[in-house]
């Protein structure tokens, strides 16, 4: 067993000696004895902190899972604002409300729940997507929700190894970059995106969706600008997304690849599930509600359209 399972499979213990399940709504701590959970159970939501981070367990055969990082706003008084120079503390405003929706959308079209995993508290007080070294939290509070963040994760990506066998975890943020358009990340740099296809080809290894070129017949470069890409599916359903067959290059634009819940969860350190970070941008996409209403079902479709392709799940939809 691998040091990064070790690890996974200690926070997953924690968080369950540590997190009660709460389908009611009501306070998941402070109120007595925790329950223990041994076992996640399909469609019920699971509280870490007090009410402060969700796992919202989809059906147990669910291929997906989907998370938003940085779109919190609670300001716990026990998690100071982190006011470290290199600590980033911009929200990604609406993500959640557009993660859900996606997930419902998906549940809508495949008659599957995805698995999903939510921040409520603000990224300046607490920041999932760094390493706890990275973080710059404040407090213990802090590191402790973030470890029970990285159990839900942990869980999640186990339960889809399990039932699924294997599967896709999408983290979705929000940029702010000229560009409005969606960048997919894999872990591979705007450089390396934009030079020759057989030099990509090389850095399978070090991608987020290692595990899925093992198993498909596609070569890197065609599975991140190919015919079947994900940014290729998304551009098919009117999104503009970078790197896509329509746009394969970043060309010296922003750019974002992927940060440390797509290296942790995605198959560069193993497993069978592949990771990709989608940036998403706000002008004509999420801002409003009614963007959000007519995105989230395309998001789907590029979704069930992707696991169809690479991984022969939703056939029949
Ligand atoms: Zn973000």
Redesign the pocket.
């Known amino acids: 067993m691998k040091k990064i399972d070790l690890w996974m499979l200690a926070c997953l213990l924690l968080i369950t000696a540590a997190c009660k399940k709460d389908v009611s709504g009501t306070s998941g701590d402070g109120d007595g004895e925790p329950t223990p959970v041994t076992e996640f159970k399909a469609n019920t939501t699971y509280y870490g902190g007090k009410n402060q981070v969700r796992f919202i367990v989809g059906d147990l055969s669910s291929p997906i899972i989907l998370a938003s990082?940085?779109d919190g706003t609670l300001a716990p008084s026990d998690m100071p604002i982190r006011d470290h120079k290199d600590a980033v503390i911009?929200q990604?405003i609406n993500?959640t409300d557009l993660t859900i929706k996606i997930a419902n959308s998906i549940k809508a079209k495949t008659g599957i729940r995805p698995h999903v995993i939510i921040n409520d508290v603000a990224?300046a007080r607490m920041e999932p997507?760094r390493s706890l070294e990275e973080a710059y939290h404040k407090s213990e509070a802090a590191n402790k929700l973030w470890r029970e963040y990285h159990a839900f994760l942990a869980a999640a990506k186990s339960m889809v190894q399990k039932n699924a066998g294997r599967g896709l975890f999408l983290d979705?943020?929000?940029?702010g970059h000229t560009k409005k358009r969606v960048e997919v990340g894999y872990l591979i740099s705007a450089s390396n995106l934009d030079g020759p296809d057989q030099s990509l080809n090389g850095l399978a290894t070090s991608s987020s969706i290692y595990h899925l070129s093992t198993i498909s017949p596609y070569s890197l470069s065609q599975l991140i600008k190919g015919d079947f890409a994900f940014g290729t599916l998304l551009e098919e359903q009117g999104i503009e997304a970078v790197p896509s067959k329509q746009q394969p290059k970043v060309n010296g634009d922003d750019y974002f690849n992927g940060?440390y819940c797509t290296l942790t969860y995605g198959s560069r350190n193993g497993g069978t599930v592949s990771a990709i970070q989608l940036?998403t941008h706000g002008t004509n996409f999420r801002n409003s509600p009614t963007e959000r209403t007519a995105s989230a079902p395309k998001v789907a479709d590029a979704i069930i359209k992707y696991m169809k392709n690479h991984y022969g799940f939703f056939l029949d939809k």
């Open positions: 990082p940085h911009v990604d993500l990224r997507n979705m943020h929000g940029h940060g940036e």
